[in-house]
């Protein structure tokens, strides 16, 4: 199982306000099982309230694979940490499948999600992963405009995908060396 968690009390917080480019540091420190086991509880909740039953996923059986990650920010690490964001990937050879990516309400519409996908496109470039894909449910226009922004194309749409009535869309992003900050292109 990999975890992996960002702190973001002092220094996050107050670059929403700013309008600021955000920039994460990530760290798979986590103190002791105890925690661990309070923020997979904390992410299961919130996986709770933000999807259908059909569409939750089962963080027991999914970070059991060697080749899955959870990335978690956090407001703070006390004992009641708040989960603000996270998002699951799955890396398979020079692909990455973005499982799920949810914002908790009150942080919505604070370029959140997409500061998170932004540095996981880094993380994957420079691990040497080519494609980063996902599934989107069409009807989720806030995901797939969000999606779009950061360049992702639609390549494949699949009717009754999330369930009878739900066409689910496949998005793909083509990750390059030239896409790497302050890369030459």
């Not at 039953?53 to 694979?65: P, Q, Y």
């Not at 959870?70 to 990455?96: F, H, I, P, Q, T």
């Not at 194309?153 to 896409?179: D, F, H």
């Amino acid at each position: 199982m990999h975890i992996i968690t960002v702190l973001s009390t002092q220094f996050l917080l107050p670059m929403f306000d700013d309008q600021k480019v955000l920039h994460f540091n990530w760290t798979s420190r986590i103190p002791d099982p105890s925690s661990k086991a309070r923020l997979l509880e904390a992410v299961t909740r919130m996986e709770r309230k933000s999807f259908p039953t059909g569409e939750r996923l089962d963080f027991e059986a999914e970070l059991k694979k060697q080749n899955t990650t959870l990335y978690c920010l956090l407001r703070d690490w006390s004992k009641d940490a708040e989960v603000m964001a996270y998002m699951v990937c799955a890396r398979v050879g020079r692909k990455a499948l973005l499982h799920k990516v949810c914002v908790q309400e009150g942080y919505r519409r604070r370029a959140i999600g997409s500061a998170m996908i932004k540095e996981l496109q880094q993380d994957l470039i420079s691990s040497v992963c080519e494609e980063l894909e996902l599934w989107v449910d069409e009807n989720r226009l806030p995901a797939r405009a969000l999606y779009s922004r950061l360049r992702f194309r639609e390549i494949q749409r699949l009717e009754n995908y999330y369930g009878p009535g739900r066409t689910g869309l496949k998005m793909s992003l083509e990750l390059s060396v030239e896409q790497r900050p302050g890369s030459i292109h």
